[in-house]
């Protein structure tokens, strides 16, 4: 079939497929217009309609176009639709579609299409001119947007909801190991034990450093960590945690003994560098408390926004995660005072599985540099592996934009090897409170979140690149990530909302590392943390 609609849509002519003779010319205007017309021209439409609902999805929700689906449609479409570079489309349409909809226009009307099922019934028992027909696209098509956007909304908020909040289980854990410290001899003990003390402070050994306040997490790491070294007696985790938190860390790892590894746990008060004087990052964190706290107005206030686009929104939401307001995170850029004594330590985050004999770590040559990192601009997942300044920094501050480039590719915090040797040569942790202050006298306005952002730029230039097996991004953001290369990386990391411990975990990630969790453990069964 062959279909010709004059610009001014005056005529209509249709050319049915071979061994039917007809032709149909249709005045419109004062005329009536055919139904057999009419229901040729849908035809056309339709086609017109499908790329609307792609583009609205594409462009509104979550793509970087400058203009409307709606606004853009016509001129996008128009001069090459159907491979002509003649519009067949009336001109009329590409105006109603480019005319704006107020956002309470919708509200409350009762008479506009529910699906392309309802519109394509409407409009064959209708009769509508080219213009009708418009309006009633238009209307449809932003009303789908409107409810694309008000649910993607509500996704973002329920999953910043899940991740903010402590689960049940954790806390249940928590306060059981809390209460067997208080009871039980056996999980008081000594971390390390005191003929164990000296290697704390030997060189010779493989010294990991993780801090964390979730008793859980912690010991899916250090069991993974030993469980794959080729020579676990080698190897010495130092666990940081806060003070709330030391009483159940210390009756767990007492409890259950991962000799002949050396654990040791330890809260940050008894650090002797972290009770004297001024701490800078305790400083930084009391005044990020609170700015925080008067933030955009909270949760409610930025869902509430109808301004923005839910990928902003979701980007605002994150910033209020108390995550990024933990001190176990910004712990790690006192390392070096933390551990006066050793020279090199691999930093774990507490949402990484290991994998394999992490010991070759410390044959790698870092050539005077201080941070070994893994590069998040390149790789064949073009969402996690796709990151360079620009993804963190804001560029459009004068303060940012003079002083770095936004091509610079950046790199993960997660599993990084750092030489404290060249670290205390450096200016790196008096850098990072530099723009720690810098950001909150912005009002938080020079990046949005957590650590990495100030890491970016207290490491600029002391970062050696380590290969990417040693640390696979992404999993606690995309469920379609390869199974095949999880099971190839050295360390997978749940960076993302979707932690493993959480409801929200994807089900076919969870078992990399619920594989490493006992769930016979009475503690682990009696406050119901299942495999799934």
Known sequence: ????????????????????????????????????MLFYSILFFTFLLRFAFVMTAVDTIDGESKCSSLGCLGKRLGPKILGRRESRVPEVIYQILEEPIGKHELQGRSDIPQSLDEFMVEIKDGKFD??????????????????TRNAKIQEYLYRHVASSSIPKQLHC????????????????????????VPALVDNSYYHFVLASDNVLAASVVATSLVRNSLRPHKVVLHIITDRKTFYPMQAWFSLHSLSPAIIEVKALHHFDWFTKGKVPVLEAM??????????????????ANNTEKPNVIAAKLQALSPKYNSLMNHIRIHLPELFPSLNKIVFLDDDIVVQTDLSPLWDI??????????????GEDNFVMSKRYKSYLNF?????????????????YGMNIFDLDAWRKTNISLTYHHWLEENLKSDLSLWQLGTLPPGLIAFHGHVHVIDPFWHMLGLGYQENTSSADVKSAGVIHFNGRAKPWLDIAFPKLRPFWAKYVNFSDKFIKGCRITAT
């Open 1 to 36: 079939m062959q279909l010709h609609i004059s610009p001014s849509l005056r005529h209509v002519t249709v050319l049915p497929g071979k061994g039917v003779r007809e032709f149909i010319k249709v005045k419109v205007g004062s005329r009536r217009l055919s139904y057999r």
């Open 130 to 147: 080219a213009r009708t027909f418009a309006v009633k696209l238009r209307e449809m098509v932003t009303l789908l947007e409107q409810r």
């Open 173 to 196: 854990l928590a306060l059981r190991l809390a209460n067997e410290h208080a009871s039980n001899a056996a999980a008081r003990l000594q971390l390390p034990s005191a003929e164990l």
């Open 286 to 303: 009391e005044k990020d408390q609170r700015v925080r706290s008067q933030f955009r107005g909270g949760s409610s206030a930025i869902v």
């Open 365 to 378: 040559e870092m050539n005077g540099k201080v941070n070994g990192a893994v590069e998040t601009c390149k």
């Open 396 to 412: 459009s501050h004068p303060l940012i934009s003079k002083n770095f480039d936004p091509k610079t590719c950046a790199w993960a």
